[in-house]
């Protein structure tokens, strides 16, 4: 792969504000007071207080009211993430205070439809409606005349690249689909710059996370940079990151799994890898044993990892599979892991250092630790590899209680535990730091996307 152009991130820095709510009064004030107030009040936000503080009132004021602010400039990026089990539109605000100063991410409007786009394989139109629809939301998030200016991409992950190998999905997915989401965007006030609509490496999906969440977490510009792994564990593929510490790990790592480039007047070689065929959905085929079989239709596929008497059927991309319980033979832990672990065993490259880093986990880890409740749904937290293990045990050796939400949970956990210990090859106590968004802001690779983005057009400056 190529490397990220040079400073493709350079000139972005960060301050999120997250102006506190304004209190209004119970009663109304006369129409002269109000005035009065709100200008004597914008006046010492604008002269005092604007640069060094945030007060209740400031959500009151648009940021470009002050004069001291007449030259700011405001800048939007729009980013979809096309991903196997949903769509998402990330819409993201820069403001540039003055040009020498570097420009701030200020915000992000999120959204998320389900399912992907790869459940529309023989409605490609429905399909891109959906992505119209998320489209309208830019539309009150931009005001108008930055319609123009502020481009707008889809980039569909490697997981919908897996699903469009079945069936009639390859013609639809690599023709109809991107024509007529093309289409959607071309129609739309929006810049629509080349290549608006396509498919994403997966090892750019790894470091573009990466660079989100360093950013974020401020670790990419000042003194005393710590940068952080990232592990991400989509639908269809699953993504590892980190910038390796120790030079034998550079030594002892295959050519295709490092990727060099400059940020921040520094250069940063990563291990990353994504790997197609891990992620959490596609695993439950491999572990069901579906990816082998040509024609599913009408075969029962059964797993000691599912609830005994369960028969039901499950629709992904755009297949419908059969799947239940182990009637006759064992349910539970144990025969579980023997199971799943043959999904991953000596598949994976395992890289000796990480087993004494930390990482920064989301996507399926975070929602699975949240679904039983190891962590706080909208806070997240920090949990152990075991803690994965032991919850796994919980639920499949009592499969009864805990897999009404959904038959998978046991098998899910399970996966989890073992592309962690058998596939990357983490310890038991290696650190996850779950993680959905910082400083309200997604942790995805759409961030990452955007400031590549925006430097390609030359929009920052
Ligand atoms: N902005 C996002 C995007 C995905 N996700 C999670 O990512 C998982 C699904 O991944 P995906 O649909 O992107 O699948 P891939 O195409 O990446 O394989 C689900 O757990 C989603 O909730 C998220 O939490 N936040
Ligand atoms: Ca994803």
């Known amino acids: 792969m190529t490397p990220l152009p040079s400073g493709a991130t350079a000139a972005l820095g960060m301050l999120i504000h997250t102006p506190a709510v304004p209190r209004f009064p119970c009663r109304m004030a006369p129409i002269w007071l109000i005035g009065f107030l709100v200008l004597a009040l914008s006046s010492i936000y604008c002269t005092v207080l604007h640069p060094k503080q945030e007060m209740w009132f400031q959500g009151l004021f648009p940021s470009n009211m002050c004069p001291a602010n007449a ?92 699903l469009s190998e079945q069936k009639a999905q390859a013609l639809l997915l690599q023709g109809m689909i991107p024509r007529i989401v093309r289409e959607v965007f071309e129609k739309s006030p929006f810049l629509v710059p080349d290549n608006s609509v396509g498919i994403m490496d997966g090892c750019y999906e790894g470091i573009l996370a990466w660079i989100t969440v360093n950013f974020l977490t401020g670790q990419l510009y000042g003194q005393n940079q710590q940068t952080v792994g990232t592990l991400d564990l989509g639908g269809a593929s699953t993504q590892i990151t980190f910038l390796p510490r120790f030079e034998e790990t550079l030594e002892q790592t295959p050519v295709d799994f490092l990727s060099s480039f400059e940020m921040f007047n520094s250069t940063y070689k990563l291990y990353t890898h994504s790997y197609l065929g891990f992620g959490l959905k596609a695993a439950r085929l491999a572990t069901l044993g579906a990816l082998e079989i040509k024609a599913v239709d009408g075969q029962m596929l059964r797993s000691s990892c599912l609830p005994k008497q369960l028969e039901a059927e499950w629709h992904f991309g755009g297949v419908k599979y059969q799947y239940g319980g182990n009637r006759e033979g064992e349910t539970g832990f144990e025969p579980c892991y023997a199971e799943v672990v043959k999904v991953v065993q000596g598949k994976l490259h395992q890289p000796d250092e990480i087993r004494r880093s930390s990482f920064y986990a989301f996507s399926y880890y975070y929602d699975r630790a949240a679904d039983t409740n190891m962590i706080d749904y909208e806070k997240g937290g920090v949990l152990e590899v075991r803690d994965f293990e032991r919850k796994a045990k919980e639920v499949c050796d009592n499969m009864d209680m805990y897999t009404s939400a959904s038959p998978f949970l046991c098998m899910d956990l399970t996966y989890i535990t073992a592309l962690l210990k058998e596939g990357f090859g983490f310890g038991d106590n290696t650190l996850l730091q779950l993680t959905k968004k910082v400083n309200n802001i997604e942790t995805s690779w759409a961030l990452g996307a955007t400031f590549h983005l925006l430097q390609s057009l030359g929009l920052t400056h």
């Open 71 to 162: 030259s700011a400039y405001t800048f939007y990026g729009i980013m979809f993430d096309a991903g196997s089990t949903g769509t998402r539109i990330h819409i993201y605000t820069f403001v540039q205070k003055n040009p020498e100063q570097l420009p701030e991410l200020e915000g992000e409007i999120f959204e998320s439809v389900k399912p992907g786009l790869s459940a529309y394989a023989s409605e490609p139109k429905k399909g891109a409606e959906t992505v119209r629809i998320l489209l309208e939301m830019a539309k009150e998030a931009v005001p108008p005349s930055h319609w123009k200016k502020t481009p707008v991409v889809l980039k569909a992950t490697a997981g919908l690249r897996l």
